[in-house]
Every structure is written in structure tokens, then in C-alpha cells.
């Protein structure tokens, strides 16, 4: 099938946008925050320079008219003024043939942060799906972003919840599909802040085949060729390569049970560092 042409930016959260809308309700006011401008400047030079156009896709947010206002205002400082946003909330709305021709003619998609499961339940089996995984494979200048669960949503398989007690055991975590750009990698985000090792983990003793990227707040990846990894931004990606694993006793447990695996390879990336995903080296 050969390599995919286009980019994707995978983003770990709480960017900086250089603006912060202010939403109605005070406890949503702290879901859209800051970013310093390095992150959507690199998405904006992967592209076309100056009419590159941009489309936010807004489906897992619950507040989706600030958060696109958020991405119009940190575009805008970059001087990118051909953003627009599409708030396909239902199956219905990706279905319409005008909101269908914005996605075959944008230069590249953002999807926002909120709930990544409402991305695949909207997206999953669509034809606006099909466009852009077909555009991903064939189109060298097309890119495809998404900040913390529209990052997440990138993969094949998809973290969607785990436990907070009770940790690396069988079942605390729980995986779903996501929408398929990316088949040989697993992404969690907020992952510093968080404390996302023990869940990234169990779901690498599930899908150990898989590299698990792990990234900080205020920080990304750039794939391209769907192989090459590089750090952008402030903070630090984990990466953990399970593919070596001398013991994982994951298949034979029951619920609850403990985990127990031998070898996993870490990496701790900051900005501008490369990995290859295939040989699992620094480059």
C-alpha cells in the first residue's frame, strides 16, 4: 500500500492560542486555554504559506462556537485568515454535499479537544471519513491535526477512559476504535500532568505491536510518511516500544489481575528530537 503523502499534527492539550474566549458558563472557562503560537505556526508552515486554508472541526467539543473562535484568533496572529469551522455534531451534518466539498478542498482539518468518542460515533463508517483518509494517503500538502481527544482520535485504536484506582490491572482501561490515520502508533495526551503511564501501559500489554506516544501539554508530533516522529513545542512526548517484551502475561489474566512485562523501552523526547517508528530509533 506504500506510505501516506500527507502530515499529521498530533497535539497533547492546553495550548496556547495566543486568545482565550470566554464561554458563558464559568465552569467551561477553563477548557479553552492558552498557547504559544510555535505549535499552529508549524502546522501553518507544513502547508501552502499564505491562502492556506483551514478547516476546525469542532464535533467533540461541548462548547464548539468558542473553542473555533479560539483557532480563528491564534490563525490570525500568524496572518492565516482562511480558517473556517465545521460543526458536524451529528451523522446528519457530515452527510450534507456542502460541508463534504469543504473537506475535499481545505488544505488541512483541526479537530478540537473534548470527547474523543464523540469524534468516531460521528465519523465512523462516513464518507467524510473515506475523503479525508483518502486525501491522507495521497496529498502531499494535506495535513490532518488534532489537540488532546482529536489527537487521540488520529490512531487506530483509541484510549477512551481508564480507572483512577486500581491500576495496572486487567480491564482498568478501557480502548475503542478511533478513526485509522494512524495504524502502528497509540496516543494519550495530558500525559505528564496527568500521570497517563500505568494506562498507557495496560493498553500497550493489550496491542503490544503498537508504540505508545505519550504527549505533554503545550506539545505535539509531527508524522510524516506515517513513519517519522518529531517533538514540537514546549514539553516533553513519551514514547514506550513494547515490540521487544520478553514477558507479557496480559492474554492469559483475568479481570483485575495484575499486570506483569519484561522490557519495555521508553524514550523521553523534547523539542526537535526525532523517532523512526518502524526501527524504533532515535534519528
Known amino acids: 500500500m506504500g506510505l501516506p503523502k500527507g502530515k499529521i499534527v498530533a497535539i497533547g492539550g492546553n495550548e496556547d492560542k495566543g486568545t482565550l474566549p470566554s464561554p458563558a458558563e464559568a465552569h467551561l472557562r477553563d477548557q479553552v486555554l492558552f498557547f504559544e503560537t510555535g505549535i499552529l505556526k508549524r502546522i501553518h508552515d507544513e502547508l501552502h504559506g499564505i491562502g492556506t486554508r483551514i478547516e476546525v472541526i469542532t464535533t467533540a467539543s461541548h462548547i464548539p462556537e468558542e473553542m473555533a473562535q479560539a483557532y480563528f484568533d491564534g490563525f490570525l496572529l500568524l496572518g492565516c485568515d482562511n480558517v473556517g469551522a465545521l460543526h458536524l455534531q451529528t451523522k446528519e451534518d457530515i452527510t450534507r454535499p456542502e460541508n463534504l466539498e469543504r473537506l475535499r478542498k481545505t488544505d488541512a482539518v483541526m479537530f478540537t479537544g473534548g470527547d474523543q468518542r464523540r469524534i468516531t460515533e460521528v465519523f465512523a463508517d462516513s464518507q467524510a471519513l473515506n475523503i479525508l483518509q483518502e486525501r491522507y494517503w495521497q496529498e502531499e500538502k494535506f495535513l490532518i491535526s488534532g489537540t488532546s481527544a482529536g489527537a487521540m ?32 502508533v497509540m496516543i494519550d495526551t495530558h500525559f505528564v500532568n496527568r500521570r497517563r503511564i500505568p494506562r498507557m501501559i495496560e493498553s500497550l500489554a493489550a496491542h503490544p505491536t503498537l508504540i505508545g506516544v505519550g504527549l505533554g501539554e503545550d506539545t505535539a508530533v509531527l508524522i510524516t510518511d506515517g513513519n517519522c516522529l518529531e517533538t514540537i513545542g514546549s514539553g516533553l512526548v513519551v514514547l514506550f516500544d513494547g515490540r521487544h517484551l520478553k514477558e507479557n502475561n496480559y492474554g492469559h489474566l483475568a479481570h483485575d489481575e495484575p499486570i506483569c512485562l519484561e522490557n519495555m523501552i521508553m524514550h523521553v523526547l523534547p523539542k526537535g528530537k526525532k523517532f523512526e517508528i518502524q526501527s524504533g530509533l532515535l534519528i
Not at 484506582?165 to 478511533?178: C, F, T
Open 153 to 184: 482520535a488520529m490512531a487506530e485504536i483509541m484510549i477512551l477512559g481508564a480507572a483512577e484506582q486500581n491500576v495496572l490491572v486487567k480491564g482498568a482501561v478501557e480502548l475503542g476504535n478511533g478513526l485509522g490515520f494512524l495504524k502502528n
